[in-house]
Structure formats: structure tokens, C-alpha cells
């Protein structure tokens, strides 16, 4: 079966991390790039980071650059979005997403709040 699957999502203190985990299944995961995106309440989903499929290569939106980090364990069929100094503006539901197709993970919440 084809499918992601997202985990490590909650609640948090501003100023907190959280690792978010995007277990994968079902293809061959290290023939495709991998991406994250997060969807705040009232607001269209927006690319977040993305990486490569060799992870050679990562890309970032301006408002996480220096924060967030993505990174991939091809061995593990995992992809995973490291998030530190996290702002309540980070507030949302992340999901995975495989190659910028129509494969997407039913998503994680992230809650950034005192």
C-alpha cells in the first residue's frame, strides 16, 4: 500500500522543537524528493522545505530558513523536519509529501503556545 505516514506533531511552548517523522511505504523512497507543508487555520497550505532524493539538496521558505531543518534516512524510507525556536506563527497541520505529486500524509498538528 502506498502511503505516508506523519508523527511527532503536539504542543508546544514557544521557543520549543519538535521533530516531525514522515514514515514511508509502499515505492521506492529514495527515487523521489520529499517535501513538507503546513496548513494554519483559515490559511491555503504552503511549502515549508523540501529535499532531494539523494538529500544532497534542501530548500526552504524564507520564514523558516535557520530554524528548520529537513533531512532523510533512505534505509528508513523516512523523512523528518527538525523545528527549533518555534513560533506560534508555526502553528498548523504539517504534512509530508511525496515528489510535489498527489501523494500527501494525513497530516501531524503542531500547536506552538504558552
Known amino acids: 500500500q502506498v502511503q505516508l505516514v506523519e508523527s511527532g506533531g503536539g504542543l508546544v511552548q514557544p521557543g520549543g522543537s519538535l521533530r516531525l517523522s514522515c514514515a514511508a511505504s509502499?515505492?521506492?523512497?529514495?527515487?523521489?524528493?520529499m517535501s513538507w507543508y503546513r496548513q494554519a487555520p483559515g490559511k491555503e497550505r504552503e511549502l515549508v522545505a523540501s529535499?532531494?532524493?539523494?538529500?544532497?539538496?534542501?530548500n526552504y521558505a524564507d520564514s523558516v530558513k535557520g530554524r528548520f531543518t529537513i533531512s532523510r534516512d533512505n534505509a528508513k524510507n523516512t523523512v523528518y523536519l527538525e523545528m527549533n525556536s518555534l513560533k506560534p506563527e508555526d502553528t498548523g497541520v504539517y504534512y509530508c509529501?511525496?515528489?510535489?505529486?498527489?501523494?500527501w500524509g494525513q497530516g501531524t498538528l503542531v500547536t506552538v503556545s504558552s
Open positions: 529535499i532531494s532524493s539523494s538529500g544532497g539538496s534542501t
Open positions: 509529501n511525496r515528489g510535489g505529486g498527489r501523494l
Open positions: 509502499g515505492f521506492i523512497f529514495s527515487s523521489y524528493g
